[in-house]
Structure formats: C-alpha cells, structure tokens
C-alpha cells in the first residue's frame, strides 16, 4: 500500500520505520532523563563553571593545576557556539557552606 502526498511516497515500510526511529528517539531521551534524574554532583569538584547570564552551574573539576586552561578547553569543546567570557570559574573550598550550592544538582544547568 502506498500514498502519494507533495510528491513523497509513503509506503508501509517506511511507515514502520519512521515509527521505529521516533520510539528510538523516545526511549534515548527517556533513557537521559532517568540518567539526570539521578545524577550527583562529584563530591571531589572544587572548581565550576557558572554561566553569567543564568547563574547555573554548567561543569565542574576537581583538579587544581590550571584550571583556566583546562576548563577553557572544555567549556569550548561543551559549548562551541559561546565564547570563555560568557561563564565564570569558581574556586571553592570543600569546607565552606557554600559549596552546597555547587553539590545541588538544582543549581546545574540541564541541557536536555
């Protein structure tokens, strides 16, 4: 069985292919939802970088040897459409308060 719609021929085949490909997508995207829903932050990290116009947390390291280069070389290769000046790197030491707020998964960007 086939139709014919602005000239592109469906037939069953194809039909359950795209169907496969869409329940694909699905279970992937499901799949990286439950990974997310569960993720924790590295208790080690006591470097991140926070994007400056959201406020979020977008990656974190626990090493301490130049972490400007080496987090410049990540955030380029995450994000290859914004520019090193767009985020902020925070040292934090792992005694203070405030690195409950770089563990809270809440406070990191999710790109999904």
């Known amino acids: 069985m086939s139709h014919l719609y602005n000239n ?6 194809n039909i359950q292919g795209i169907v496969y490909c869409v329940n694909f997508v699905w279970e ?7 990974i997310m829903k569960n993720f924790k932050v590295n208790p080690k990290y006591t470097h991140f ?7 979020k947390i977008v990656n974190g390291w626990e090493q301490s040897e130049d972490i400007k280069f080496w987090g410049k070389l990540d ?3 995450i994000f290859p459409e914004a520019k090193f000046s767009e985020f902020k790197l925070v040292t934090i030491d792992r005694k203070t308060a ?3 707020f770089y563990r809270n998964w809440d ?6």
């Open 8 to 13: 592109i021929t469906l037939t069953v085949g």
């Open 28 to 34: 992937c995207s499901r799949t990286k939802l439950d």
């Open 49 to 55: 970088a926070v994007r400056k116009t959201t406020g």
């Open 75 to 77: 955030l380029a290769d």
């Open 98 to 100: 405030k690195i409950d």
């Open 107 to 112: 406070n990191w960007e999710k790109n999904i």
